[in-house]
């Protein structure tokens, strides 16, 4: 890998752990944001609410790096999340923080697809799982790093502190990416259009079978996320110590999926690592309710669920680049919208398995992932 290219991967993976420290964020400081704004918890849900609904126009907005070039795509999605973050350093309020919410979000789904069709294009795809691993340790780090940053500052000067410290960095990021990244002669096709673009992914049946797989792979694992809290304080009565060990546990589990892709995606190659990951995955959902008989079986469960999980999605990335080239930005802003769609059909999902007791739960996310293979199934068989 050249050197150059390095040094781009080493500051993406910095721009997404300060991007994605502002996503996360949210969740453990949820009461804190609250408390700061004078508003309760439901209040400030349904400004979560708007950033699921609003955000899911960022990767539409994502398809102007075909258009444009991926440094154009890059920096624009930098800038909105930047801008989204300032408002809240000059307008402290519930209507602001929903604004930073939805911009910040809407620029991550504008960036990540513009860096991952960058590395596309630059990167040969037989060790383009090795480059696309390293950039998603901008997400476990967010948690690991981010966190305890985020804690921090808000313990020595309030809720607000860590919006001005995110502002600076985005900017910081903004001007090193605009001079590390080359300068591109980026000529479209003059008869390609967005809806040329978005018609070649829709009529494109292996892109469909493939944006699929992320999306029944994010339902399986978002029907286990949104109830093993409660499971666990359903299960244990432990629920500070059980949901914070929890916590740590999928830190970790991700870090560790994200570190094995890393090492083995481009020699397993990327279409049998995700048959892998579903498999295992799909294991360790059946294994979580015999092992998570104690707190202790069911934090050991997490992980390996999670660690496949994370295995499973982050190399679904380099092989959906490599889809469709000619609309490779299209297809990974497609392939974010799909995860987002996938967890939006588990999260209701979820309660009501759980009304039937865990081992249903499980099962469902079996089930999910279970559609994922044949999905991959049918990806290969048309390609």
Do not use: C
């Not at 018609?199 to 992320?214: D, E, F, M």
């Not at 244990?236 to 740590?248: E, H």
């Not at 008989?293 to 680049?321: C, D, Q, W």
């Amino acid at each position: 890998m050249k050197l150059r290219l390095r040094y781009q991967l080493t500051l993406f993976t910095i721009i997404r752990t300060v991007i994605n420290t502002m996503y996360r964020m949210i969740y453990p400081f949820l009461g804190v944001f609250a408390r700061g704004l004078g508003v309760n918890i439901a209040e400030l849900s349904l400004a979560l609410a708007a950033r699921s609904v609003l955000g899911t126009f960022g990767p539409f907005a994502a398809i102007v790096a075909d258009r444009r070039g991926r440094k154009f795509g890059m920096l624009l999605g930098l800038g909105v999340f930047t801008g989204g973050v300032a408002v809240v350093v000059y307008w402290p309020t519930l209507a602001g923080l929903t604004i930073a919410l939805v911009m910040s979000t809407m620029g991550k789904y504008i960036f990540d697809p513009s860096m991952q069709a960058y590395i596309g294009d630059r990167v040969p795809y037989e060790r383009r799982g090795l480059a696309i691993a390293i950039t998603e340790f901008g997400w476990s780090l967010a948690f690991i790093v981010g966190m305890p940053l985020v804690g921090f500052v808000i313990s020595r000067n309030g809720w607000m502190a860590p919006f001005p410290l995110l502002t600076l960095l985005g900017a910081l990021m903004f001007a090193l990416l605009y001079f590390i990244l080359p300068r591109e002669n980026h000529r479209p096709d003059p008869d390609a259009t967005v809806f040329s673009n978005l018609r070649l992914v829709l009529v494109s049946v292996p892109v469909l079978a493939g944006l699929s797989i992320g999306l029944w792979a994010s339902a399986g694992n978002e029907v286990v996320n949104l109830i093993f809290g409660v499971w666990l304080e359903d299960a244990f009565a432990l629920k500070i110590v059980a949901l914070a060990g929890a916590s740590a546990v999928i830190g970790f589990a991700e870090l560790g999926g994200e570190g094995l892709v890393a090492l083995y995606v481009d020699k397993l190659g990327k279409q049998r690592a995700v048959a892998i990951g579903l498999i295992a995955n799909s294991f360790s959902a059946l294994l979580l309710p015999f092992i998570g008989r104690t707190s202790t079986g069911a934090l050991v469960g997490l992980f390996l669920f999670y660690i496949t999980f994370e295995f499973t999605l982050v190399s679904i990335i380099p092989m959906m680049t490599e889809v469709l080239p000619e609309a490779r930005a299209t297809v990974m802003a497609f392939n974010v919208a799909g995860e987002s769609l996938g967890r939006a059909i588990g999260a209701p999902l979820a309660p009501i398995l759980y009304h039937y007791g865990f081992p249903v739960v499980a099962a469902g996310a079996v089930m999910f992932n279970v559609f994922a293979l044949l999905a991959l199934g049918r990806m290969v068989k048309k390609q």
